[in-house]
């Protein structure tokens, strides 16, 4: 069964980092691009970061840019964000997703393209 788990959310203050995990199995990881989203309450869901699964090339949004990592590791079948200067807008529950349409990220991220969802977790950063 495919499965998407995501670790290492918490609280933190502003300026603090985070690093999330996301353990995949029951798929093959390495034909799929995979995605970083994130849903505050109130507000849609929001596209963070992508990672290739083909060329490893990634996409974050204008919002993250500069602070935020995405990286994989294929061997342990994992993505991880890794989550710098942390800013109270960043608090949400932060979700991965595998995207089975293509191997490739693309500009946009668009939820409906990711079939695979993990359950999430949670971010909270205090001011």
């Known amino acids: 069964e495919v499965q998407l788990v995501e670790s290492g959310g918490g609280l933190v203050q502003a300026g603090g980092s985070l690093r999330l995990s996301c353990a995949a199995s029951g798929f093959t990881f390495d034909d799929y691009a995979i995605g970083w989203f994130r849903q505050a309450p109130g507000k849609e869901r929001e596209g963070v970061s992508c990672?290739?699964?083909?060329?490893?090339?990634?996409y974050y949004a204008d919002s993250v840019k500069g602070r935020f990592t995405i990286s994989r590791d294929s061997a342990k079948h994992t993505v991880y964000l890794e989550m710098n200067n942390l800013k109270p807008e960043d608090t949400a529950v932060y979700f991965c997703?595998?995207?089975?349409?293509?191997?490739?990220?693309?500009?946009?991220?668009?939820?409906?393209?990711?079939?695979?969802w993990g359950q999430g977790t949670q971010v909270t950063v205090s001011s």
């Open positions: 997703a595998a995207n089975l349409m293509r191997s490739r990220c693309v500009t946009t991220m668009t939820s409906h393209e990711y079939s695979y």
């Open positions: 990672i290739s699964s083909s060329d490893g090339s990634t």
